[in-house]
Nanobody, 120 residues
Framework: QVQLEESGGGLVQAGGSLNVSCVAS????????MGWYRQAPGKQRNLVAR???????NYSDSVKGRFTISRDNSKNTVYLQMNSLKPEDTAVYYC??????????????WGQGTQVTVSS
């Protein structure tokens, strides 16, 4: 069982920056992709950014050029640096990690979420 603990959310004014981080613990299996999703009230949960174990990243179009995802495999930690924040970035941000329990079989785990609020 993998536990994901997020930290770093909060309230910031538009144009500001926040950094959220997520530490994974308890996994006896390799973590492949790690990433961040977000869910605004009344909307579905959507991908923000993901990073593979070898550092390959992908971003949603809405955050490209403003957000940067990074990963420290030695600490099982994934970070999301968010710059030039906009009110529409307001959401609960969820950490996600995939554990490869068998060759080609990945189980997804989720954190509890951290609130990011951007005021206009």
């Amino acid at each position: 069982q993998v536990q994901l603990e997020e930290s770093g959310g909060g309230l910031v004014q538009a144009g500001g920056s926040l950094n959220v981080s997520c530490v994974a613990s308890g996994s006896e299996f390799a973590l492949v992709d790690m990433g961040w999703y977000r869910q605004a009230p009344g909307k579905q949960r959507n991908l923000v950014a993901r990073v593979t174990s070898d550092g390959t990243t992908n971003y949603s179009d809405s955050v490209k050029g403003r957000f940067t995802i990074s990963r420290d495999n030695s600490k099982n930690t994934v970070y999301l640096q968010m710059n030039s924040l906009k009110p529409e970035d307001t959401a609960v941000y969820y950490c996600n990690a995939g554990a490869e329990i068998a060759p080609g079989t990945v189980v997804d785990y989720w954190g509890q979420g951290t609130q990011v609020t951007v005021s206009s």
